[in-house]
């Protein structure tokens, strides 16, 4: 079963990307190849221009070499052809740069010149010019050829391999999902990777295994690894504020190595806390009809109470710059309460059984132990209650209650009106209050591959997090964590812009859900 699992990460294009001990990779060395065939074929179709003529070797050469002239010599595009191969075996040969700026400088002059050989040369002079159309159209060719291969080819599947090879590298045996590390954390064996930063590739759907029950045991610890690192992301305290919509709702920004950048949308909905993530949790089938920004969301495989893969379809965005992408998600939940996971047997619900302390290590990373609900806070929960403030304040993109601004620059905003907002969250250290994390990480699953309908998108990593507020059951505080890979090339500026746009219309569109229809969520 281990093998079949690796061998799934070995693909074609990784084969031809990968560089084995540092030496040039396939897909690469076929490159050079292909510049030096440049050299060659275009040497070979001069001689048949020259000799065809019927003069001997030894004038033809002197005519077109030795009293050159671009009216009459087609010899410079030999000496193009030189340049070309000198330059790109130079960069990409024995420099082995990795971007497209020298082919495309190398493709643009040879283009350049030879335009302009077909204004000032001489086809009069030519008894048959068959050949010379011939050498000047196919060295045209081939500079346009060697620009395609090198930036839709090479670069991209060296890439992919460096890629496939970091996933792998990460893992403890070839059975491991990708956040194995994480998972040692967890267990208390292998070594804490330092943060979040490394929590930021695709999980593998698990193949040939001998029974469903395998498959769904590591789905579940996948999952709940997910849950624990979405939590620890929005929990941290370098959020920046990127925008204040006019209903006083927040959207922030943060930045993780091999994430990128994450977003996050913090604001106050009129609804229980438990009763809204079990309606988003459970009820994701019913979503597409009172939110526009979905076109389908179904369930495709039911683990658990807690645990499912579920399949979704966005609507376009970017004022149709963004067209639609489908996802394949492994979605999970679980409840926090004073910062500690909440755990139950049963597995119903949304349960209140045993807590699951989360215990800092040294290494900044975190694992999990059980423990009987405790009677009486200790010292660990006293400190945890005067970091709560700063957190939950963050978190609403609103000033600490301390008086240290939060806004990043934008000081100007009307802190003391989301502070009133908020008021009622600042006593919330005193009360045992939960918090409810609803995440979701992309995966492949079979049967479910990508299709030529939609551009199939990436989940790195996106959750629903709703907190209780002390003295109002009707109410909560929704935090939406965003981190998508949407493929294609887009521009940072349209995806950015839709971004926050789909933000602020998921959050109406919430809005007006849990107003016009409250039975349906009680």
Sequence with gaps: RSQSHSINLITEDF????????????????FCLFVTFDLVFIALLWLICVMITGDNIYNALRTQVLHYTIYTSLFDIVMAAICRFVVLILFYAILYINHWIIIAASTSGSCAFLISKVF????????????????????????WGEAWFLDCRVIPQEQHARSYLSAISSTLDDRGPLLAPFLAASTGT????????????????????????????????????????????IE???????????????????????????????GRVNTNAQKLVEDLFGNIEEMPKWNPTLLESRIIHRIDPRTDISYQVSAPGGGGFVKS????????WETYEDGRLVQDEDQSLYPRGRLATVQEQSEGESSVRSE?????????????????????????????????????????????????????AQDWPNRSLRVYVSAAVGVDYPGYAATSKYVRGENLISCYVTREIPGDEDSCIFEWLLCLDLKGYIPKSILEAAYTTMMQDFMKYLRNYCEKEPKQMD
């Design 372 to 424: 009987p609900p405790p009677k009486a806070r200790g010292s660990e929960d006293e400190a945890f209650q005067k970091r709560a403030p700063m957190s939950l304040s963050q978190s609403l993109g609103a000033k600490d209650f301390g008086g240290t601004p939060r806004h990043s620059g934008q000081e100007n905003m009307d802190d003391g009106g989301e502070e009133a907002k908020f008021s009622d």
């Design 236 to 266: 941290s305290g370098d959020w920046e504020v990127e925008k204040v919509t006019p209903s006083s709702d927040t959207i922030q920004s943060i930045k993780r190595d091999r994430l990128g950048k994450v977003y996050k949308l913090t």
């Design 190 to 233: 292998g070594r804490h990777t330092e943060s979040i930063a490394n929590f930021y590739s695709p999980y593998e759907s698990i193949h040939n295994s001998d029974d469903e029950g395998d498959k769904d045991e590591e789905y579940k610890r996948m999952a709940l690894e997910c849950v624990k690192k979405a939590y620890e992301l």
């Design 325 to 332: 992408r489908d996802f394949v998600n492994l979605r999970s």
């Design 120 to 143: 000032v040369y001489d086809w009069a002079e030519s008894p048959q010019p068959v050949f010379q159309v011939l050498l000047i159209v196919i060295s045209f060719v081939i500079a």
């Design 15 to 30: 084969l031809s990307g990968y560089q084995h001990d540092g030496r040039m990779s396939v897909i690469r060395r076929f």
